[in-house]
């Protein structure tokens, strides 16, 4: 964000003092610490309240809170204000319409920001992103690929790039993932906010205590805990933390797994995030990862036993698009010879009338999930728990980028003996697919006959 503009008053004690939080918030994200930033961005508002640039500021903050309809106004006011040439304002204008689900409003203001830069990558990759939920893939690729060839000037920037160029199967720009931790647009976790100040593993052979600590998800941890053998042969010894509901299920594994605590941060030396795995382990393509993780649970799958996963979480507007239209399934349910069950779990859980699949732990629902000759699934953490104790599993991926489901493969590299993706033409293109996987599951049947 640009300093130096007054809006209705001039310069006073009260607004030097603003200003000072304003710089303090500033130096706090340069430092991957939004947590520090958001309240000195709330302070220098709270203190002049009327200036475009703290007006600016706050909404900044209430992204960082996912708080979109909150930050909606106050973004729109400082652009107008004051802004309305910064391409970077117009930037996060679009990203809070991306947060509401408004993809028409985002890709409008997205290239209000390229109007302004055409080069702003950021800008590219979120108007390409809104035109691949509306179906205009070979626009929002066309996007996507300029995009990844221009130099980045902004966190804002390398995060998204490192994204897109991911899904595209390139991991080599992985590293600048860690933008996440600055860009405003996304909070860090209150564990993150704990472990500041500790010694960030690099992956390079140490000699002491590594503590891998679950970032994000139950399906990026259940992902990508498969880099625990490798970490802890580079280490004298491995400490996993992850949220409690999980740590019957990571503990068989054979490692010392922790709940994961804000207010007890577990003994280490050393510590890294598990969405940073791939970049410290040297992942540079999909098909470099190491095999899924193994929790020491046997498949004894039951002929005929299948399970549906058909929401994903709730609360974001992304969710909009990996969760299937209501009833969508329903063709599925009269194929001859299965016995289909839930795996859903609290978001649309009573939408079909089947049995259960899952259990009170991840370690019960893994226990059950085994028992399954196949998975039909959007993509959710049960899909990524079912590739890692051997289910087969029919996916289907969001329409917008995604970075594990690797642009243009039916298959996974992450679960390449499991899964086989079904992509969809556009957010509403649910009959198609589920037609697809309907065929496929007959003629599966037919070839066990």
């Known amino acids: 964000m640009r300093s130096g503009f007054v809006v209705g008053g001039t310069p006073n004690a009260r607004l030097a003092d603003a200003w000072d939080h304003w710089r303090k918030g500033n130096d706090a994200i340069t430092r991957g610490a939004l947590g520090e930033a958001i309240p000195h961005w709330r302070a220098c508002y709270a203190l002049a309240p009327n200036d475009a640039t703290m007006q600016y500021a706050f909404a900044i903050s209430l992204l960082g809170e996912k708080k979109f309809v909150d930050a909606k106004p106050f973004l729109t006011r400082a652009v107008r204000a004051a802004y309305v040439l910064d391409p970077q304002a117009w930037f996060h204008l679009g990203a809070c319409c991306r947060g509401l689900g408004d993809w028409k409003g985002a890709a409008r203001y997205y290239q209000q920001a390229l109007g302004l830069k055409p080069t702003h990558v950021a800008a590219m990759i979120g108007r390409g992103f809104c035109l691949q939920m509306h179906g ?7 996007l996507f690929a300029a995009a990844l060839v221009l130099p ?6 390398r995060h998204e790039q490192s994204t897109l160029a991911a899904w595209w199967g390139d991991y080599s720009r992985w590293a600048q993932f860690e933008n996440r931790w600055r860009i405003g647009l996304f909070a860090p976790t209150p ?17 002491g205590i ?9 399906g990026d941890l259940f992902q990508l805990v ?34 994961l605590r804000t207010d007890q941060v577990p003994f280490h030396h050393a510590h890294t995030p598990m969405m940073s795995a791939q970049w410290i382990m040297g992942t540079d393509a999909p098909d470099k990862a190491p095999p ?35 009833g969508c399934f329903a063709p599925l349910l009269d ?10 779990k609290g978001q649309r859980e009573q939408e079909y009338a089947l049995p259960s699949a899952v259990g009170d732990t991840w370690l019960a629902t893994a226990e059950q999930l085994a028992t399954l000759e196949f998975l039909v699934s959007v993509d959710t953490s049960t899909a ?15 329409t917008h980028v995604e970075w594990r489901w690797t642009r243009g493969r039916t298959d996974s590299p992450w679960y390449p003996t499991t899964h086989r993706l079904y992509r969809r033409r556009s957010t509403r293109d649910w009959p198609n697919v589920v037609a697809q996987i309907r065929g496929d599951i007959l003629a599966r049947g037919s070839k066990a006959a």
């Open 136 to 142: 205009d893939i070979a626009a929002a690729e066309s």
């Open 152 to 157: 980045c000037e902004s966190a804002s920037d």
């Open 191 to 207: 564990t993150y906010q704990a472990m500041l100040g500790h010694r960030r593993w690099n992956g390079k052979p140490f000699p």
């Open 210 to 218: 590594v503590l891998l600590w679950s970032e994000q998800g139950f």
């Open 226 to 259: 498969r880099y625990a053998p490798l970490m802890a042969a580079r280490c004298d010894h491995l400490v996993i933390a992850v949220p409690l509901p999980a740590v019957p299920l990571i503990q068989r594994m054979g490692y010392e797994t922790v709940p």
């Open 292 to 326: 899924p993780a193994d929790f020491r649970i046997a498949r004894t799958p039951e002929p005929g036993k299948a399970a549906l996963c058909w929401a994903g979480g709730a609360g974001a507007s992304l969710d909009l698009d990996r969760s299937s239209a209501r």
């Open 335 to 344: 194929i001859p010879g299965v016995r289909w069950h839930s795996a859903q």
């Open 384 to 398: 990524h728990l079912a590739g890692s104790l051997g289910v087969p599993t029919y996916l289907i991926p969001p």
